[in-house]
């Protein structure tokens, strides 16, 4: 704390005193208990615990180890598309495409297979394939003036497409064993790869996001793209590179899913664009832009989890999920705006 300090002279005898303001400047605002409980990300804790214990008390096999470390697997493919997707919106850009991205990158390496590529040299055509997918998201978006949201809702289409396209009725199987490793393997017969790989790629996003010059400028951009041009950011360079990224994160996503089911199916990821939005966006990310943190998308990624993974264990149709999802995305996107407009009313 600093306290402010003022100097006086005496225009009589000329002795400088100095005097002490009432007035004081905080280096850092004061931790309170109302600020802390008041975040977004506390709340979602807290509704993470409550999910969690009552899992565990409503399901006797839902706190077993093995069934916890099995859970992740449901939605460790889907958090490491929305770690990109986060970024994105922020940015005021949103990516529809991902599901679509993931299916084709899928068939990229199962044509791979086919053609004889050595089974490491997957991962790379699924990054590549990811990476050319959100590439040609990009341009359109940033050199051709195009909205993301129309962009991206055609190539989804256009990329599903050529996939099924390939695949016709049927399926691509016999992938190598390294994929299986990745898709369904453990560390130490106890912590899944796939969930290992999230949380580093997590700690990745919210170093870049929170402690970076880029992660400045992308929060920068959200909050007013037009003054973060005239202050000399790249916009569209940072736009695009945040749509490539989102399509590379969607191949090494195709890479672990279709290791960890062994085939890649027509369908493979439908829906998924959803489930991923949702995410992101009851992780507190503003569907506005400019707001958002990689913590508070890791929380939201923990919960969607819990929940779905208690509601499979209870025998509880997938459709009914489905809903569920819908309406946590329909209530986090709805309830900032009704918070806010009961504020303005006051």
Same mark, same amino acid.
């Given at each position: 704390m600093n306290i402010m300090t003022m100097t006086a002279t005496n225009p009589t005898t000329g002795r400088t005193s100095a005097t002490t303001s009432r007035y004081t400047i905080l280096?850092?605002?004061?931790?309170?208990?109302?600020?802390?409980?008041?975040?977004?990300e506390t709340l979602l804790a807290l509704l993470f615990v409550v999910a969690f214990l009552t899992n565990g008390l409503l399901l006797p096999t839902f706190l077993d180890p093995y069934n916890l470390a099995d859970g992740t697997f449901n939605? $460790?493919?889907?958090?490491?598309?929305?770690?990109?997707?986060?970024l994105l919106i922020i940015c005021r850009e949103i990516d529809i495409s991902v599901a679509g991205t993931l299916a084709l990158s899928s068939v990229a390496m199962g044509l791979a297979k086919g053609a004889g590529?050595?089974?490491? $040299?997957?991962?790379?055509?699924a990054l590549a394939? #990811?990476?050319?997918? #959100? @590439?040609?998201?990009?341009?359109?978006?940033?050199?051709f003036g195009l909205p993301a949201i129309v962009v991206t809702i055609g190539t989804v289409s256009l990329f599903r497409g050529l996939a099924s396209v390939v695949l016709g009725?049927?399926? +691509?199987? #016999?992938?190598?064993?390294?994929?299986?490793?990745w898709g369904q393997g453990y560390f130490f017969d106890v912590i899944p790869r796939e969930f290992v790989v999230l949380l580093v790629f997590a700690a990745l996003f919210a170093f870049v996001l929170h402690a970076t010059r880029w992660g400045r400028r992308i929060y920068a951009i959200g909050n007013n793209p037009v003054a973060a041009r005239f $202050?000399?950011?790249?916009?569209?360079?940072?736009?695009?590179?945040? +749509?490539m990224l989102t399509g590379a994160m969607a191949g090494l996503a195709a890479f672990l899913l279709t290791g960890r089911i062994g085939s890649t199916r027509p369908n493979i990821a439908m829906g998924w664009e959803l489930e %991923?939005?949702?995410? %992101?966006?009851?992780?507190?990310?503003?569907?506005?832009?400019?707001?958002?943190?990689?913590?508070?998308?890791?929380?939201?990624v923990l919960t969607l989890g819990t929940v779905t993974y208690g509601l499979s264990l209870a025998n509880i149709?997938?459709?009914?999920? @489905?809903?569920?999802? #819908?309406?946590?995305?329909?209530?986090?996107?709805?309830?900032?705006r009704l918070l806010r407009g009961k504020k303005v009313a006051k």
């Open positions: 280096d850092r605002p004061r931790l309170q208990v109302r600020t802390v409980l008041g975040k977004w939605f $460790s493919e889907k958090a490491l598309i929305a770690l990109p997707m986060a590529f050595p089974p490491a $040299s997957l991962l790379f055509v394939t #990811g990476t050319l997918c #959100g @590439t040609l998201n990009g341009v359109l978006v940033t050199r009725d049927k399926a +691509f199987t #016999g992938y190598p064993q390294l994929m299986s490793d $202050s000399g950011i790249e916009v569209d360079r940072y736009r695009l590179v945040l +749509f %991923v939005i949702t995410m %992101v966006i009851l992780g507190g990310v503003s569907i506005a832009g400019g707001a958002g943190t990689i913590g508070g998308v890791m929380l939201a149709p997938g459709i009914y999920m @489905t809903i569920v999802i #819908g309406l946590l995305l329909l209530v986090t996107i709805a309830l900032p």
